[in-house]
């Protein structure tokens, strides 16, 4: 079946430039996480949607970041402003329900963003 | 806070030898531990995991042991294959955060 997928997969910015990074989690799956992998380091939690409510957005680095996922299926992640810091792989994570201790968490092939 | 340290690679291996990538944690409460395993050019996906002390995750010969009594979790494969060859990232999750913290990932490398 299909798997986590994420568009587009490579991303060239000028900085000062927004983006919009597209998730489509696997159907049904309740949970949705983003994370940001900066080279050469595990992923960093961003934010967590149960269904259409951002219930933890902890980990977004700045007012520059903003998620939704308005009908509780597909998320956006936008950087508005971006900046050189903002280079990194972001990844999307989708779990049937629930806690993340007892569901799997299935991870798409993320977008790789280059702000130059 | 919630951290994962995880030894530094990359980890170069022959075929058939054995395998332990250290983990080791810092974690308020009792958290899950887990291993993921990022494959070339695939996403992460989970390898094994262990949600309380003395619990020992498996899966395709991999296995780790939740040691509270040292904070540690390492990966253990007692014969490698080349098609091993891959990224191992150590994890933690606190029940009833939906927040993974994750360590820096080890590369492995298994030669024929």
């Given amino acids: 079946g299909a798997g986590v997928s994420q568009s587009p997969r490579y991303k060239v910015a000028k900085r000062g430039q927004d983006v919009a990074l597209r998730c489509d989690p696997i159907s049904g799956h309740v949970s949705l996480f983003w994370y940001q992998q900066a080279l050469g380091q595990g992923p960093e939690f961003l934010t967590y949607f149960q269904n259409e409510a951002q219930l933890d957005k902890s980990g977004l680095p700045s007012d520059r970041f903003f998620a939704e996922r308005p009908e509780g299926s597909v998320s956006t992640l936008k950087i508005q402003r971006t900046q050189q810091e903002d280079s990194a792989v972001y990844l999307c994570a989708s779990s049937l329900a629930g806690l993340a201790v007892k569901e799997t968490q299935y991870f798409g092939p993320g977008t790789r963003l280059l702000v130059l | ?112």
């Fill in chain 2, 1 to 112: 806070g919630d951290s994962v340290t995880q030894m530094e690679g990359p980890v170069t291996l022959s075929e058939e030898a054995f395998l332990t990538i250290n983990c080791t944690y810092t974690a308020t409460g009792y958290p899950s531990l887990f291993w993921y395993v990022q494959y070339p050019g695939e996403g992460l996906q989970l390898l094994l995991k262990a949600t309380k002390a003395d619990d020992k995750g498996s899966n395709k010969g991999f296995e780790a042991t939740y040691r509270k009594e040292t904070t540690s979790f390492h990966l253990e494969k007692g014969s490698v294959q080349v098609s091993d060859s891959a990224v191992y990232f150590c994890a933690l999750s606190r029940y009833n955060f939906n927040k993974f913290y994750f360590g820096s990932g080890t590369k492995l490398n298994v030669k024929p």
